[in-house]
């Protein structure tokens, strides 16, 4: 357990490693963050894995302002380089973390946030240039998934229509081929992911 790091990734997120127990991954449980809200700390689930009880403790898990909630567990698995030169544009840490063990360029400037308070325009602007010198350009729009995991319906539906009007206006006017895709959907009723088929749309010039 010495070896235990601790990495904030900005907002409320963070990286917790703990070294040695990779062969655990399949069985830690944790509850979801999304399932907290409004609940008392003290009503948490405790994780099923004493070493990950035992880090928690070690960094001095829960106080009157703050708490670590292990969210999911993960192991580093390496990822084979994507074939063509890409760049993805992204305010989310984890987005460029894939990217970056992909191989593409990524990009995230001032004021983009993964969030719905991101600037819509910059990233709209900062693929339209990055087109100039690579073949394929991701735009990674995740503030419909925060908005919805904190069941705002009017946030989501509003930021969707700022998505719209802003950056699919501006990529619809340009002569590049675009597809928009999701991963999943989230239900702002529960707050949690939909998974399954998801609708695509694709435009090819
Ligand atoms: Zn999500």
Not at 25 to 53: A, Q, W
Not at 146 to 174: G, P, Q
Not at 179 to 187: A, K, Y
Request: net charge negative.
């Amino acid at each position: 357990m010495s070896q235990l790091r601790y990495f904030s990734l900005g907002g409320y997120k963070s990286l917790l490693i703990i070294p040695g127990y990779a062969s655990y991954v399949d069985s830690i449980m944790t509850p979801m963050p999304f399932d907290m809200i409004g609940k008392n700390i003290h009503e948490l689930p405790c994780p099923n894995i004493p070493e990950l009880l035992d880090a928690l403790d070690i960094l001095g898990n829960i106080d009157s302002s703050r708490a670590i909630i292990p969210w999911m567990a993960s192991v580093k698995k390496p990822l084979p380089h994507f074939h063509e030169k890409a760049a993805v544009v992204s305010g989310t840490n984890v987005i460029q973390g894939i990217a970056i063990a992909l191989n593409m360029h990524h990009v995230s400037l001032e004021g983009m946030t993964g969030d719905t308070n991101t600037n819509l325009n910059a990233k709209a602007q900062t693929a339209l240039k990055l087109t100039k010198e690579y073949h394929l350009v991701i735009l990674h729009i995740g503030g419909c998934d925060e908005a919805a995991h904190r069941m705002n319906r009017v946030e989501k539906e509003s930021f969707l229509s700022r998505v719209d009007e802003i950056v699919l206006t501006e990529l619809l006017a340009s002569d590049h081929d675009i597809e928009v895709v999701s991963d999943h959907g989230v239900d702002p009723a529960t707050g949690r992911h939909i998974g399954g088929l998801q609708p695509a749309f694709r435009l090819y010039k």
